[in-house]
């Protein structure tokens, strides 16, 4: 439309006002691009309560005739016959004004920011690398699919439902060696499997360390610190996280495991 194939034909067209102008021009932004479509509103043939309304960010649908622009920086521009407005927006709050903004103050606003020039060319730039990478692998056969995130951040308690390990935390009597022997053996040699398979490991030290047997070196637990402990203290912690945010949830008060003076006691010594 913009380049000016549809000159002398009646159009419908529907966007946001990017700035309105002597109460006659209005630029006219889709998203479909990052040039604007000028909107002429001719003086005198739409009431004021109508052009009041006609602010920076509003949503408008604009009926009328494409013809050939008089004025600098576009090829055409839409006469308008009738002017609709599909979604008020007050000029005095909406954050995007027609000047330039900081990229802080845009990151502020993310919900926004896509009808910027910047991010509205940075993100069809994107747009065109990421289809072309996944057309090329297409056309190769591959398929694309969401492999899960294993991450170390903790971030708003994304530990808590997600847990990378070989025990049953709710079961570890299971797991434990000194009374399960062969468990511990069968995950021993998945874990070597694996790394004959990815090439951690030759053939030769794979047959040697497949057939060690286990030596179980028992070593009652004598403290909290003794270093033979880990498995519990990870335990205990989960379990004091639970309580805390139970007990802030019931009394809307904030607990802190380390300042707040708490005493556990707990059946190791």
């Given at each position: 439309?913009?380049?000016?194939?549809?000159?002398?034909?009646?159009?419908?067209?529907?966007?946001?006002?990017?700035?309105?102008?002597?109460?006659?021009?209005?630029?006219?932004?889709?998203?479909?691009?990052?040039?604007?479509?000028?909107?002429?509103?001719?003086?005198?043939?739409?009431?004021?309560?109508?052009l009041?309304?006609?602010?920076t960010?509003?949503?408008?649908?604009?009926?009328?005739?494409?013809?050939?622009?008089?004025?600098?920086?576009?090829?055409?521009?839409?006469?308008?016959?009738?002017?609709?407005?599909?979604?008020?927006?007050?000029?005095?709050k909406?954050?995007?004004?027609?000047?330039?903004?900081?990229?802080?103050?845009?990151?502020?606003?993310?919900?926004?920011?896509?009808?910027?020039?910047?991010?509205?060319?940075?993100?069809?730039?994107?747009?065109?690398?990421?289809?072309?990478?996944?057309?090329?692998?297409?056309?190769?056969?591959?398929?694309?699919?969401?492999?899960?995130?294993i991450?170390?951040?903790?971030?708003?308690?994304?530990?808590e439902?997600?847990?990378?390990?070989?025990?049953?935390?709710?079961?570890?009597?299971?797991?434990?060696?000194?009374?399960?022997?062969?468990?511990?053996?069968?995950?021993?040699?998945?874990?070597?499997?694996?790394?004959?398979?990815?090439?951690?490991?030759?053939?030769?030290?794979?047959?040697?360390?497949?057939?060690?047997?286990?030596?179980?070196?028992?070593?009652?637990?004598k403290?909290?610190?003794?270093?033979?402990?880990?498995?519990?203290?990870?335990?205990?912690?989960?379990?004091?996280?639970s309580?805390?945010?139970?007990?802030?949830?019931?009394?809307?008060?904030?607990?802190?495991?380390?300042?707040?003076g708490?005493?556990?006691?707990?059946?190791?010594?």
């Open positions: 439309m913009l380049d000016g194939e549809s000159i002398d034909e009646k159009i419908t067209v529907m966007g946001w006002v990017r700035t309105f102008r002597n109460n006659q021009f209005i630029a006219l932004n889709d998203g479909s691009t990052n040039n604007n479509l000028q909107v002429v509103a001719e003086l005198g043939r739409f009431d004021d309560s109508l009041k309304r006609i602010t960010g509003a949503s408008v649908k604009v009926s009328g005739d494409l013809i050939p622009s008089l004025g600098k920086g576009q090829t055409v521009e839409l006469k308008a016959a009738t002017i609709e407005i599909l979604g008020d927006s007050d000029a005095e909406f954050p995007l004004q027609p000047k330039k903004h900081s990229l802080e103050f845009l990151r502020e606003i993310a919900h926004l920011r896509f009808r910027t020039n910047t991010f509205g060319s940075i993100f069809r730039v994107r747009h065109s690398l990421a289809f072309a990478v996944h057309k090329f692998f297409n056309d190769k056969g591959f398929v694309y699919l969401h492999t899960p995130v991450t170390a951040s903790d971030a708003e308690g994304a530990g439902t997600f847990h990378v390990t070989n025990f049953d935390l709710e079961n570890p009597v299971k797991n434990n060696p000194m009374r399960n022997e062969q468990r511990a053996k069968t995950r021993r040699d998945v874990v070597l499997e694996q790394m004959l398979k990815t090439g951690y490991l030759d053939q030769q030290n794979y047959d040697k360390a497949i057939a060690t047997p286990i030596d179980l070196d028992y070593h009652p637990i403290s909290i610190d003794d270093g033979y402990s880990a498995y519990y203290k990870f335990y205990l912690r989960k379990e004091i996280d309580y805390l945010k139970d007990y802030e949830k019931k009394t809307g008060k904030t607990l802190n495991l380390f300042k707040d708490l005493k556990i006691y707990v059946t190791l010594d």
